[in-house]
């Protein structure tokens, strides 16, 4: 649902006429594309792996990777994104 949903929202911004119009469209959307993209390759990798590569570290670095900096990032990427829209 994800995946179709990005593309769709790909799909409408290179209907955009104007490349300025494009290139704000884009700079919007890829640093959230980018926390969750990091939120959901984490998630995949700690549910997902062999039990064989099993490591309290490796699972406590992956465990904080996603519950601690999606949200830690998302003000900061709203922030910057406010000041591109002025």
Same mark, same amino acid.
């Given at each position: @649902?994800?995946?179709? =949903?990005?593309?769709?929202?790909?799909?409408?911004?290179?209907?955009?006429? =104007?490349?300025q119009?494009?290139?704000?469209? @884009?700079?919007?959307?890829?640093?959230?594309?980018?926390?969750?993209?990091? @939120?959901?390759?984490?998630?995949?990798?700690?549910?997902?792996?062999?039990?064989?590569?099993?490591?309290?570290?490796?699972?406590?670095?992956?465990?904080?990777?996603?519950?601690?900096?999606?949200?830690?990032?998302?003000? @900061?990427?709203? =922030?910057?994104r406010n000041?591109?829209?002025?």
């Amino acid at each position: @649902f994800i995946v179709v =949903s990005y593309m769709q929202i790909l799909a409408a911004v290179l209907r955009i006429p =104007s490349e300025q119009g494009q290139h704000k469209a @884009f700079s919007m959307c890829l640093p959230h594309l980018a926390m969750v993209s990091l @939120f959901v390759s984490t998630v995949m990798l700690v549910y997902l792996k062999p039990p064989s590569v099993a490591s309290p570290a490796l699972d406590l670095m992956l465990a904080i990777l996603y519950t601690v900096v999606p949200p830690a990032g998302n003000p @900061f990427i709203y =922030s910057m994104r406010n000041k591109l829209l002025r």
